[in-house]
């Protein structure tokens, strides 16, 4: 059977968040099957909580924000993208603030937050979101044109192509295809960091925005060159950087997609909006369990390889 999973222990981090500043403190928690993935904020008069859901997402401007039941948290993208990668079904994440920590700017420092706290298997089906056909969505035109789309697949895979006019992308990778049974997101995915622009910091820190934003948790370049003086952790980080926060976008049903998923220029939003279609269409998917290994499809064996 491929099980659904938890965290085998409570394990608590503490950051800054990048938009806000502020420092924060989150904490993984256990959590039954069925349970989902359940934010709660425990700083408010009243705690509140939500189960994650694609219909839940208030702002894609910079980030992906929550909102629940009067209680809001920004920045999920890299935390979500980690629990994918992981393959963990159900957590509660307490957090005492409006921003989940922003820490390295990847997926990694919560990839080991959950390595560290140990992986539970529980004894219930893992449910898949099975794509039935395909679902594309696409947004602008020319230059601005950029594209995401859903078909069927026997697996998991994604496929994500980049294109910035800036003398750094000229000698970066614009393409990334990973099929996730094959090659790890751990390795090949998950150190990947958030990217911006100096003259967008500025801006941003105008607006209020990126106040928590440093060299120590994103690349950041100016008109000609990367300014961090270690450089980048993969000669392709920033189209890397695009399918992290897509894994993590596509979590926000708090399901693995059984499907092939392949973005141009997407974002934020673009996944959000796909998404949104895939899970309205009840033509477009339908669940899918795997009880028995004789009936489970190779990709998936080999993507969860702790069956029991
Ligand atoms: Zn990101």
């Known amino acids: 059977m491929i099980a659904q999973r938890t965290v085998k222990t409570q394990i608590r981090t503490t950051g800054v968040g990048l938009h806000t500043g502020e420092r924060v403190n989150l904490t993984l928690r256990p959590a039954p099957p069925e349970t989902g993935i359940v934010f ?28 629940g039941n009067g209680a809001k948290v920004a920045t999920v993208e890299h935390l979500m993208s980690a629990l994918a990668g992981l393959g963990i079904d159900n957590v509660f994440i307490d957090i005492d603030g409006p921003e989940v920590p922003i820490l390295d700017g990847s997926a990694a420092p919560w990839v080991y937050l959950v390595q560290a706290a140990g992986i539970e298997t529980l004894n219930a089906p893992k449910r898949f979101m099975r794509v039935l056909k395909t679902v594309r969505i696409e947004e602008g035109e020319g230059a601005n044109h950029k594209w995401a789309q859903f078909d069927p697949l026997e697996g998991c895979t994604l496929s994500f192509s980049i294109d910035f006019d800036h003398p750094v992308f000229r000698n ?3 393409e990334m295809h990973i099929d996730l049974s094959r090659e790890s997101y751990v390795k090949e995915v998950s150190r990947a960091r958030t990217f911006g622009f100096m ?35 993969y000669a392709d980080e920033f189209v890397k950087h695009k399918v992290l926060d897509a894994v993590g976008d596509l979590y926000l049903t708090g399901h693995p997609i059984l499907g092939a998923f392949t973005a141009y220029k997407s974002g934020h939003g673009l996944n959000n909006r796909l998404l949104r279609a895939l899970t309205e269409d ?7 369990v795997f009880e ?11 993507l969860y390889p702790q069956t029991i």
Do not use: H
Request: hydrophobic share 45%; aromatic share 6%; charged share 30%.
């Open 40 to 67: 709660r904020r425990i700083d408010l008069p009243a705690p509140a909580d939500f189960l994650v859901a694609p219909e839940r997402v208030t702002d894609t401007r910079l980030c992906s924000a929550l909102e």
């Open 172 to 174: 970066s990778a614009k």
């Open 292 to 302: 028995t290994d004789a009936k489970t499809p190779p990709a998936l064996l080999r």
């Open 199 to 233: 003259n967008e910091v500025e801006y941003l820190r105008s607006k209020g925005l990126a106040l928590g934003g440093t060299l120590d948790n994103a690349i950041v370049m100016d008109e000609f060159r990367v300014l961090n003086n270690d450089g980048l952790r």
């Open 282 to 288: 009840a033509s477009a998917w339908e669940w899918a």
